[in-house]
């Protein structure tokens, strides 16, 4: 199944696109497969904590952005506590 069919049938799915350090192929766009980074800002983004986890991958850095991550976990927590209210 792909994901936009996943996200058809799942409602509330969210799918993060992770930073990478290596070379952009044919047909792959920016921001929607990878974020295409110089390993330079790769390391910038590990020394201001703004990656939820990365590792080095056959000499490529891979890496979770928290920004990527964030918005759904506010509003999950959002949503959970006003279900929370609701039932009390």
């Keep these: 199944m792909n994901f936009q069919r996943l996200q058809e049938v799942r409602e509330g799915m969210h799918f993060v696109v992770t930073a ?3 070379a952009k192929r044919s047909g792959e ?3 929607k497969d ?3 980074v110089t390993k ?3 390391l910038s983004m590990i020394e201001r904590n703004d990656l939820l986890e990365y590792a080095l991958v056959y000499g ?4 979770i952005p928290k920004q990527q991550v964030y918005p759904c976990v506010v509003l999950s ?3 959970t506590q006003k279900k929370m209210v ?3």
Aim: net charge negative; aromatic share 40%; proline share 0%.
């Design 20 to 22: 990478t350090t290596r």
């Design 86 to 88: 609701t039932y009390l």
């Design 34 to 36: 990878y974020y295409f």
């Design 29 to 31: 766009a920016d921001g």
């Design 60 to 63: 490529d850095y891979k890496g």
């Design 40 to 42: 330079e800002e790769f």
């Design 77 to 79: 927590f959002f949503f």
